[in-house]
């Protein structure tokens, strides 16, 4: 008998259980978020000061992830040019995830952007953006598994419109993932430079 999951309710454990899912924390896993990242020009730094400015004044108020969408994520995908050619974003995707040996499937809708089917951009869904990132890491990666690349790594992001968590995963056997540092509005500087480096980054190993 087919054991359904609600992707919302999957657990790391689930993952390793069902795909033998590893964790890769060695330093030349995941090497892509490291540097040697595009430069931004001035309008891309005016931008970004506009959009953690703007964050900031809303946490004056209950942020619903919409919000979170339209004042944060938006303005970031647009910067790092994911709304252009040779791009292909798709919204609101259902996704199944299968495990071979145990015959279980995980399924269930998220809103979600996917990225050339190699890049998953999950924003936490919550009534505010209080909510930590941990929260969305499981569902992420199981939407990731769903769309296994033989040869190439599949990339991920995770937010909940203060943080940034990247994430990449291996499609081998067993397959492996990893994580970035945690970027946060919160952080001196604007952390936002760093998340649309490594996006422009993402989008020149996917294109």
Same mark, same amino acid.
Request: proline share 5%; hydrophobic share 40%; charged share 20%.
């Given at each position: 008998?087919?054991?359904?999951?609600?992707?919302?309710?999957?657990?790391?454990?689930?993952?390793?259980?069902?795909?033998?899912?590893?964790?890769? &924390?060695?330093?030349?896993?995941?090497? &892509?978020? =490291?540097?040697?990242?595009?430069?931004?020009?001035?309008?891309?730094l005016?931008? /970004?000061?506009?959009?953690?400015?703007?964050? +900031?004044?809303?946490?004056?108020?209950?942020?619903?992830?919409? #919000?979170?969408?339209?004042?944060? /994520?938006?303005?970031?995908?647009?910067?790092?040019?994911?709304?252009? *050619?040779?791009? +292909?974003?798709?919204?609101?995707?259902?996704?199944?995830?299968?495990?071979?040996?145990?015959?279980?499937?995980?399924?269930?809708?998220?809103?979600?952007?996917? #990225?050339?089917?190699?890049?998953?951009?999950?924003?936490? &869904?919550?009534?505010?953006?209080? =909510?930590?990132?941990?929260?969305a #890491? *499981?569902?992420?990666?199981?939407?990731?598994?769903?769309?296994?690349?033989?040869?190439? *790594?599949?990339?991920?992001?995770?937010?909940?419109?203060?943080? =940034?968590? =990247?994430?990449?995963?291996?499609?081998?056997t *067993?397959? &492996?993932?990893?994580?970035?540092?945690?970027?946060?509005?919160?952080?001196?500087?604007?952390?936002?430079?760093?998340?649309?480096?490594?996006?422009?980054?993402?989008?020149?190993?996917?294109?």
């Amino acid at each position: 008998m087919v054991q359904s999951i609600p992707a919302r309710r999957v657990k790391l454990s689930d993952l390793k259980d069902m795909f033998g899912l590893q964790w890769n &924390e060695a330093e030349d896993f995941f090497t &892509e978020w =490291f540097g040697g990242f595009p430069e931004l020009t001035t309008e891309d730094l005016k931008a /970004l000061d506009r959009v953690k400015a703007n964050y +900031r004044y809303l946490l004056e108020y209950p942020i619903m992830e919409s #919000i979170v969408k339209m004042v944060v /994520l938006s303005p970031l995908l647009d910067i790092a040019g994911f709304y252009a *050619p040779p791009y +292909r974003v798709t919204g609101e995707t259902d996704v199944k995830v299968s495990a071979v040996d145990e015959g279980e499937v995980s399924q269930g809708s998220i809103d979600v952007l996917v #990225i050339q089917k190699q890049f998953w951009v999950t924003v936490i &869904e919550a009534k505010n953006s209080e =909510f930590s990132l941990t929260k969305a #890491i *499981p569902q992420t990666l199981a939407y990731m598994l769903a769309e296994p690349q033989s040869s190439s *790594p599949t990339f991920g992001m995770v937010t909940n419109g203060s943080e =940034f968590l =990247f994430l990449k995963i291996t499609h081998d056997t *067993p397959p &492996e993932y990893g994580t970035s540092d945690v970027f946060s509005m919160w952080n001196r500087g604007n952390n936002l430079y760093s998340v649309v480096q490594i996006l422009k980054h993402f989008g020149q190993l996917i294109a």
